[in-house]
């Protein structure tokens, strides 16, 4: 709704998140790297479009409708809660995926970025789980934001960088220590964004990612069940300490 | 105004964007939050350069500092557009208090400046912390003993009231629009800085356009002098781009009062002073 109410987010979400990725782009090529680089850093700005809606449109929505008092009509509602967060990330994805796509091509069109595609099934698998997996992580946290204050706001913010470095959105994890690469595995988007980059950059076909569908398979299992015990579980506590209408705070 | 009534507005408005910045936790969960996004954001330009000299033919250890350094003075970019792209929507839809600033004694334009002193004083400690991270953990090649301190402190006072001059405009644009990702506007515009002023690689690595606007960004003469300053270069080479980042600074600090009086002008014709989206 906000999307066609004010289209100036083309600029905002689109145009201009790209010139933080192009003076990363510049730095590898100031450094003579291969191309395929420029590649990494494109896509890994199209996931960050994802990660960035997990983080402020799907876990702080709560808490954004509780600050601004909207949440007591969400939750008298008929609806299950998942069902409400699920159409949230429905229309979080479609979104998202414009606004992705607008980076991709910004990417094709600014800096020639060349993308084999190595076999499109596995491309599509590999998208749905991880959106799967990333949005059942953003359930989880928005039922835990849901009864932080202004802390759930902080919290979004800490989850950018240290997870744009862990999870390798600018190079491959690859290149982190193992200890670093042992914690940015427990994060869907590392294993969503290498399997999407060595199928878009390196043509990797679906067996070469057949262990990140997997791992991704079970990240979005396991999320899921947290998000429905997490929910119920916040809204419970919610209404016994009476934290569902406090706003401010 | 009187200079008394001006003087106690900014203060009030640098004590309030204090508390609306770090009474949310206690003071060491806030201290680990401040040092936490800074140095994650140093990490990634240090594997950014690790990983290029790896794969990459270019392998200088002097880029490395010039990463360093650009990347962590550029915070104070970061965190003071962040802020004032956000001032904005945040008093008018999440306190909904924008209509009482505007009916109090003091003028919005006090009030934002203020609210911009006061995040620079925040990421000034954090870039502090940045740089002792950099030199004492990560062994960056920093000499303390060669920094021209004055050089240094003239450029961070002039590069300060350029990068508020810029967080105005943004206020001044936020006066007319609706919120867009949750206060990631300001984030964006601060790309502009990071892509074009010669932040993370030299500017003459950009094609000849992007040049054109590298040289009209204060920015750029900033960072030019902050890193001479860092590197222990002489006042006379220090002192060109000092004296051109000042007359840039000048020329779009008053742009930015202008700006300012239109959006606000407009704002209050258009009856926005306290909408809120709810999206």
């Known amino acids: ?249 | 105004m009187a200079v008394k009534d001006v003087a106690r507005s900014f203060r009030h408005s640098v004590w309030l964007g204090w508390k609306v910045d770090a009474n949310w936790t206690d003071p060491l969960l806030f201290a680990i939050y401040s040092v936490i996004r800074p140095i994650a954001g140093m990490l990634i330009v240090i594997f950014l350069f690790l990983v290029g000299s790896q794969v990459g033919e270019n392998t200088d250890p002097n880029y490395l500092s010039y990463v360093f350094v650009g990347n962590t003075f550029f915070i104070l970019v970061a965190q003071i557009m962040l802020s004032m792209g956000w001032v904005i929507h945040e008093d008018r839809e999440h306190y909904e208090v924008l209509k009482c600033i505007y009916i109090s004694p003091a003028s919005l334009y006090v009030y934002l400046l203020g609210r911009a002193f006061s995040t620079a004083l925040m990421a000034l400690i954090s870039v502090a912390i940045s740089l002792l991270f950099g030199v004492a953990v990560l062994q960056m090649p920093i000499d303390i003993f060669l920094i021209n301190y004055a050089a240094l402190g003239l450029s961070l006072i002039i590069g300060l009231v350029a990068i508020s001059s810029f967080g105005l405009i943004l206020a001044s644009v936020a006066l007319l629009t609706a919120r867009h990702g949750a206060g990631m506007v300001g984030e964006a515009v601060a790309g502009i800085f990071y892509l074009f002023c010669g932040v993370l690689f030299p500017v003459s690595a950009l094609p000849p356009w992007a040049q054109v606007v590298s040289k009209v960004l204060p920015l750029t003469y900033w960072m030019k002098a902050v890193r001479a300053s860092m590197f222990g270069v002489g006042p006379a080479e220090i002192l060109n781009d000092i004296a051109v980042l000042a007359a840039y600074t000048g020329v779009f600090y008053i742009v930015s009062l202008g700006v300012l009086r239109l959006a606000d002008y407009l704002a209050r014709d258009k009856g926005l002073i306290d909408i809120t989206t709810e999206y």
């Open chain 1, 1 to 249: 709704m906000g999307g066609a109410r004010e289209p100036s987010w083309v600029i905002w979400d689109t145009v201009l998140p790209m010139l933080t990725l192009s003076a990363y782009i510049y730095v590898y090529r100031v450094m003579n790297a291969p191309p395929e680089f420029t590649g990494f850093v494109v896509v890994g700005g199209a996931m960050i479009a994802f990660w960035l809606n997990v983080l402020w449109n799907m876990a702080a929505q709560l808490y954004w409708e509780k600050e601004t008092g909207n949440l007591e009509p969400f939750l008298i509602a008929p609806i299950s809660r998942m069902a409400m967060l699920l159409g949230m990330a429905i229309g979080g994805i479609f979104n998202t995926t414009l606004r992705a796509l607008g980076i991709l091509l910004v990417g094709v069109l600014a800096f020639h970025v060349e993308f084999l595609m190595g076999d499109p099934f596995a491309a599509v698998v590999v998208f749905a789980l991880t959106m799967a997996a990333l949005y059942s992580l953003g359930m989880v946290f928005a039922s835990v934001f849901l009864m932080y204050g202004r802390e759930a706001w902080h919290t979004s913010h800490l989850l950018q960088e240290p997870i744009y470095f862990l999870s390798g959105f600018y190079f491959p994890v690859k290149f982190l220590p193992f200890w670093l690469q042992v914690a940015a595995s427990l994060i869907p988007v590392t294993f969503g964004l290498d399997a999407v980059r060595k199928i878009l950059i390196q043509g990797a076909g679906f067996a070469d990612v057949s262990l990140h569908i997997a791992v991704l398979s079970i990240f979005t299992v396991v999320l899921l069940l947290a998000a429905k015990w997490t929910l119920r579980f916040m809204e419970d506590m919610g209404r016994r300490e009476g934290r569902l209408t406090l706003r401010w705070q």
